[in-house]
């Protein structure tokens, strides 16, 4: 996808969560831009690509982690000198968004205490698929939303939520690790949430934007436009960034 060269700096990203969520189709969106329709068990695997973020080259070199327990006791293997997490869940599984509540959070920190973490909800064109409606239609469920999802990444701290879908929209894939890269830089939360809805933002309050109520402006005078804003607004039509 991206062309090897210089690079400023590298950015080691972990993805987790439950098998089947679709973290490989994530990665393999990103880095080659295909979409595989069969679903290939993941033990580890080590991806490398260069892109460009916020005025920086960046290499990212991706870690895809097995969800299976079998892999419990190797997998944490992986997060040493992660510059940031990917927790991902399916928005069709409810239950994988539990799941990250339950199990991945808590095993990311134990491991990895200090390392910006991103709630990234994946297969988000399952919101609109028959069959993912009637299944969840006969255990009285549905979907998770984007609000829902919204309020774990709240809960758990994370840096921001994300949504993505490997199937339909692979800019938005590119952009979710762009989003990545820059918490990993440590300069997402110098930029206002994109692409919520009324206004809403990860929480955190830097004198930049509004809060959840969608006031805007600043505190203390109008400020010079960020050119790492002006990126992500650019990138707000493809991708929904809580």
Not at 13 to 21: A, E, I, M, T
Not at 183 to 205: E, I, W
Request: net charge positive; with cysteine.
């Amino acid at each position: 996808m991206y062309a090897m060269e210089a690079v400023d700096s590298e950015c080691k990203v972990v993805l987790v969560g439950d098998s089947r969520c679709g973290k490989t189709a994530l990665v393999q969106r990103f880095v080659s831009d295909q979409f595989a329709e069969v679903y290939t068990p993941t033990g580890f695997e080590k991806y490398t690509c260069t892109g460009c973020v916020g005025g920086h080259r960046v290499r990212f070199v991706v870690w895809d982690t097995s969800g299976a327990a079998a892999y419990d006791s190797v997998r944490p293997l992986a997060y040493p000198d992660a510059r940031v997490f990917l927790l991902c869940f399916r928005i069709g599984d409810p239950d994988s968004l539990e799941n990250a509540v339950r199990k991945w959070y808590g095993e990311v920190r134990q491991h990895s205490p200090g390392a910006p973490l991103i709630l990234c909800g994946c297969a988000a064109d399952q919101r609109g698929d028959v069959d993912t409606l009637a299944r969840l239609a006969r255990r009285r469920r549905a979907p998770v939303s984007s609000e829902q999802a919204l309020q774990v990444s709240r809960q758990l701290g994370a840096a921001t939520y994300v949504e993505t879908s490997s199937r339909t929209a692979g800019r938005a894939v590119r952009d979710a690790f762009e989003v990545a890269a820059l918490a990993a830089l440590g300069k997402l939360n110098s930029a206002p949430a994109v692409g919520a809805p009324n206004g809403a933002t990860n929480g955190t309050n830097n004198g930049t934007s509004g809060g959840a109520n969608g006031g805007g402006g600043t505190n203390g005078g109008a400020k010079a436009p960020h050119p790492l804003k002006a990126e992500l607004k650019g990138r707000a039509r493809s991708c929904c960034v809580m």
